[in-house]
């Protein structure tokens, strides 16, 4: 079990960056494949970026490849570094945990959930 906190939304101009982070409780972080999702007003959750327990490999979403970086430090934080922002990518950003599964972008594998944290980009 994990609970997951992120931080780091905000509204930023196009072109712009920002750092999400995803706190997870537990000494057991290391034993989860990490993921980040967003989700915008009328649309399905979609999968960004997933890292794999070790975080020796990655995964990103076509949308956001060569813009966004998923990290994860050594203790018990997820990290996406956002990049050249779009609009299209405002979004609530979720950071999940999943420990059954591979390195995967399925919403529906995911066992734990953080709260979400809100970014917004402007014209």
């Known amino acids: 079990q994990v609970q997951l906190i992120e931080s780091g939304g905000g509204l930023v101009q196009a072109g712009g960056s920002l750092r999400l982070s995803c706190v997870a409780s537990?000494?057991?972080?290391?034993?989860?494949?990490m993921g980040w999702f967003r989700q915008a007003p009328g649309k399905e959750r979609e999968f960004v970026a997933a890292?794999?327990?070790?975080?020796?490999?990655t995964s990103y979403a076509d949308s956001v490849k060569g813009r966004f970086t998923i990290s994860r430090d050594n203790a018990n934080t997820l990290y996406l570094q956002m990049n050249r922002l779009k609009p299209e990518d405002t979004a609530v950003y979720y950071c999940?945990?999943?420990?059954?599964?591979?390195?995967?972008?399925?919403?529906?594998?995911?066992?734990?959930w953080g709260q979400g944290t809100q970014v917004t980009v402007s014209l």
């Open positions: 890292i794999s327990k070790s975080g020796s490999s």
């Open positions: 999940a945990a999943d420990r059954s599964n591979p390195l995967n972008r399925v919403v529906a594998d995911y066992d734990y």
């Open positions: 537990g000494r057991t972080f290391g034993l989860y494949v």
